[in-house]
């Protein structure tokens, strides 16, 4: 009887974490509507101003459009990792780390790396090997356009005042509730489009061209950082959601095999002790 009772406190806890992983699921599938909206609604906007913008900075001299795109040697790198401040996520994490590391130790293995850290997840694994110069948590308190661009501004003053020569972002991007891909984002300086054909296009400006791309530069790389925490954001719940999914059918699954042991041995004891209950009687008998 002691191993039913095992077996009952067993199931009784499996049941007691099918509820918290069912709910965490539930609130993670509401987070994850409002998240996947917003990020949905503002691609389009973030594409086709990093798009322009690149088209018509391949036009501008070194002098008029250098301070986000001259490209310099390659000394030193900062890259901005976006993870999350909460775990239960599956590979969510993870992935962006292993990404990190591997950029390090291949793309830029001899050269300075630091890192700036949003999630506090990412943060407690990578400071432990490498410099973290900042790490922004509190991203995820408030996740407001104004809150990023903080961030953003301090990143386009690191690179305009030389403290670094090239800054990329590591983070997840949102395909569905199942899918986020890792994406290796070059931040600054900003790339031009590749090619002749997009960098003749016929726009007429007032006032001149370089006073608008200069002024909407610094507000598509804000906007560029904003969408990519965005992205992180709805991916996060995503595979939240998958995480805790999978986690409540294989409690199932496990209750399910519990239940039947229990009923087996259930089954067993009983049949025992209506044997020693006819062995009795026939012994009485003779």
């Known amino acids: 009887m002691a191993n039913l009772k095992e077996i009952r406190n067993r199931i009784t806890s499996i049941k007691s974490t099918m509820q918290i992983t069912s709910a965490m699921k539930m609130v993670s599938a509401a987070k994850l509507k409002k998240a996947q909206d917003a990020i949905t609604a503002m691609r389009p906007y973030s594409s086709k101003l990093t798009e322009l913008l690149q088209s018509l900075s391949a036009t501008l001299d070194s002098d008029a459009g250098g ?6 040697e390659v000394n030193k790198v900062l890259l901005v990792s976006i993870t999350s401040n909460r775990g239960l996520c599956g590979g969510f994490n993870s992935s962006v780390i292993k990404e990190t590391v591997k950029t390090i130790n ?11 850290t949003i999630g506090k997840k990412g943060n407690d694994i990578l400071s432990k090997e490498y ?44 395909k569905n509730a199942a899918t986020q891909i890792v994406q290796v984002e070059q931040f600054l300086p900003i790339q031009p489009v590749e090619g002749e054909a997009n960098a003749n296009l016929d726009y007429i400006f007032e006032p001149s ?19 990519a925490i965005r992205d992180s954001f709805a991916a996060e719940h995503g595979a939240r959601m998958t995480a805790m999914h ?25 049949t025992n002790e209506i044997l020693e209950i006819v062995g009795g009687a026939e012994a009485l008998n003779n």
């Open 246 to 270: 999978k986690a409540t059918d294989n409690a199932t699954e496990l209750r399910d095999e519990l239940l039947l042991t229990y009923n087996k041995a259930r089954q067993a004891a009983i």
């Open 67 to 72: 301070v986000y795109s001259t490209e310099r």
């Open 131 to 174: 410099t973290v110069v900042e790490n922004r948590n509190d991203i995820f308190d408030d996740l407001t356009f104004e809150n990023v661009a903080e961030v953003a501004e301090k990143l386009m003053n690191l690179f305009v005042d030389g403290s670094y020569d090239r800054i990329e972002i590591i983070y997840n991007r949102f």
């Open 209 to 227: 061209k370089e006073e608008i791309i200069l002024e909407l530069i610094p507000k598509s790389l804000k906007t560029q950082l904003y969408k």
């Open 106 to 116: 291949e793309k830029y293995n001899n050269t300075t790396v630091d890192l700036l």
